[in-house]
C-alpha cells in the first residue's frame, strides 16, 4: 500500500508515526459505530460544554453560549456528532489525519443533521497553531497513538481559551495487560496492521483453550467491543501506542503545564468500592493523589484514564451560601433520560428517582423556559430560585435545588 502523502494532503507538522497512523486508519476507520439517520443515541455529557463545565466546577455557562470547540483526532465522527447535537450553538472544528475515517465522518454528520456549525479538515493536531482559541478540547484516544505524547499535548495547550476545559482519554498500563501480550504475540507471528492480520488475530483468540486467560479475558471484557473489525484492529493491531500509569500521567500534564482538574469517570475511583470500615477510614485519611494510587493498586481492571484538564486553577463552587445560590440561573441538565418524568437516568446513564418535590420543581422550570420559547425570545431569560412559581419556604426550595444540582439534574450559573 502506498502511504498516504500528507505535505500534499497540506498535514504540515506531524511526528514519525502520522503516515503509518494515517495509513491503519484509512484501512480501518476508527470508531466502527453504524452510520444512522437522525441524532446520536442518547448522549454523553463529557461533550457537552455545560454540563462538563458544571461537573468540574459546579458552575455552568449562564446559557447555550456560541463557543468554539476543537474535536482533535476526530475519526469517523462518533464524538464530533454528539459535540454538535449537545452544544447546538458552536462552531466545532474537527480534525485528523485519515481521509478513509474523515470520509465517513462527514457521511455521518450529513445523515444526523446537527444544529451546530461543522467543519472538518484533515489535520494533524500538531499543526494547529493559529486556530484557537476553544473553550472546549476533546481528543479522545488519540496523543497515545503519537510517537510523542508530549508534544501532542503542548501542540493543544495553547489553542484553549483561558480557562477553558480539555478532555482526554488515554491508554492505562494495569486493565490492558492482556491486550498487551496479544499484541506482542501477534507481533512474533508476523501479524501485520492489515486484513490478514486481522484474521490471524481473530484466529489466535479463537485457537487458544478455553481455559486460557487471555482467550476468558477478551471473551469476558472485549469481545462485544471488538465485534466491528475497525476496533478489533484498533486494540490488538495498532502499530502505534503508549500507555501510562497514574504517575507518568501526572508527569505528561506538568510538562505540558497543565492542570488536572477531575476523572471524567469518578466513581471509579471511588475507595468506597473496595474498602470499608477500618480500612476506608485510613484510606480517607490520604492526600487525594494517594487516594488515586490506592485504587489505582486495588483495580486491575482500570484499561484508561479519561480526566479533565485547564490551564487555570479553577474554583469550585458548592452553592453552601443561600445569597449565591438565589442569585443563581436555573437550567435543566440536557443529559438526562426519561424526562419528563419521576424515573430517569442520569448524566451517567444510572437510575435516579425524583421524589414529588423535586419534579414538580422541574416542571415549574421546564414551563418557564417553555413560555420564554414560545415568545420566541431572541436571547433566554434567566430563571432564578424567585422566579418559581412555587408556595413552599425559602428553606425549602434551596434544600430542593441542591439536592438537584447534587445529583447532576440541575445545572446553576453565575452572571459576571
Given at each position: 500500500m502506498v502511504k498516504p502523502d500528507f505535505e500534499a494532503a497540506g498535514l504540515g507538522a506531524t511526528d514519525k508515526a502520522t503516515p503509518v497512523v494515517g495509513a491503519f486508519y484509512d484501512r480501518f476507520p476508527y470508531p466502527g459505530d453504524p452510520l444512522?439517520?437522525?441524532?446520536?443515541?442518547?448522549?454523553?455529557?463529557?461533550?457537552?460544554?455545560?454540563?462538563?463545565?458544571?461537573?468540574?466546577?459546579?458552575?455552568?455557562p449562564i446559557s447555550p453560549a456560541k463557543i468554539r470547540i476543537l474535536d482533535a483526532g476526530c475519526g469517523t465522527g462518533v464524538s464530533t456528532d454528539y459535540l454538535a447535537h449537545l452544544n447546538?450553538?458552536?462552531?466545532?472544528?474537527?480534525?485528523?489525519?485519515?481521509?478513509?475515517?474523515?470520509?465517513?465522518?462527514?457521511?455521518?454528520?450529513?445523515?444526523?443533521?446537527?444544529?451546530?456549525?461543522?467543519?472538518?479538515?484533515?489535520?494533524s493536531l500538531l499543526d494547529l497553531a493559529g486556530e484557537g482559541p476553544f473553550v472546549h478540547i476533546n481528543s479522545v484516544g488519540v496523543l497515545h497513538h503519537l510517537e510523542n505524547p508530549l508534544n501532542g499535548l503542548k501542540a493543544l495547550a495553547p489553542l484553549l481559551a483561558p480557562g477553558g476545559l480539555l478532555h482526554l482519554f488515554l491508554y492505562a498500563d494495569g486493565g490492558r495487560w492482556e491486550i498487551h501480550r496479544i499484541q506482542r504475540s501477534l507481533a512474533l507471528l508476523g501479524a501485520a496492521s492489515d486484513g490478514e492480520g486481522l484474521r490471524l488475530g481473530r484466529e489466535l483468540l479463537n485457537q487458544l483453550p478455553e481455559q486460557n486467560r487471555l482467550r476468558q479475558r477478551h471473551e469476558q471484557r472485549w469481545a462485544i467491543d471488538t465485534s466491528a473489525d475497525a476496533n478489533f484492529a484498533d486494540m490488538y493491531l495498532h502499530p502505534q501506542e503508549t500507555s501510562y500509569n497514574l504517575q507518568r500521567l501526572w508527569q505528561l500534564v506538568e510538562e505540558a503545564q497543565l492542570t488536572f482538574l477531575a476523572f471524567s469517570?469518578?466513581?471509579?475511583?471511588?475507595?468506597?468500592?473496595?474498602?470499608?470500615?477500618?480500612?476506608?477510614?485510613?484510606?480517607?485519611?490520604?492526600?487525594?493523589?494517594?487516594?488515586?494510587?490506592?485504587?489505582?493498586?486495588?483495580?486491575?481492571?482500570i484499561s484508561h484514564f479519561e480526566f479533565f484538564l485547564s490551564n487555570a486553577e479553577l474554583p469550585w463552587e458548592s452553592w453552601g451560601s443561600n445569597e449565591t445560590l438565589w442569585q443563581a440561573t436555573l437550567e435543566r441538565n440536557s443529559c438526562l433520560w426519561g424526562w419528563p418524568g419521576k424515573s430517569l437516568l442520569d448524566q451517567d446513564l444510572k437510575p435516579l428517582s425524583l421524589s414529588n418535590e423535586q419534579f414538580e420543581f422541574m416542571q415549574c422550570l421546564d414551563a418557564l423556559k417553555s413560555l420564554d420559547a414560545a415568545k420566541n425570545a431572541a436571547e433566554a431569560v434567566p430563571v432564578r430560585l424567585k422566579d418559581l412559581n412555587l408556595d413552599w419556604e425559602a428553606s425549602k426550595i434551596s434544600a430542593i435545588a441542591r439536592g438537584l444540582w447534587g445529583a447532576g439534574v440541575l445545572l446553576l450559573g453565575l452572571e459576571n
Open positions: 444512522q439517520d437522525g441524532p446520536p443515541p442518547g448522549y454523553n455529557w463529557r461533550w457537552c460544554n455545560r454540563a462538563a463545565r458544571s461537573y468540574c466546577t459546579g458552575v455552568a447546538p450553538l458552536a462552531e466545532v472544528l474537527a480534525v485528523d489525519i485519515s481521509a478513509g475515517a474523515l470520509d465517513v465522518a462527514r457521511e455521518r454528520l450529513k445523515r444526523s443533521g446537527p444544529p451546530a456549525q461543522v467543519r472538518f479538515e484533515q489535520r469517570n469518578r466513581e471509579q475511583w471511588n475507595l468506597a468500592r473496595f474498602l470499608q470500615g477500618e480500612l476506608l477510614e485510613r484510606a480517607q485519611a490520604l492526600t487525594q493523589q494517594q487516594q488515586w494510587l490506592l485504587v489505582e493498586a486495588l483495580d486491575p481492571d
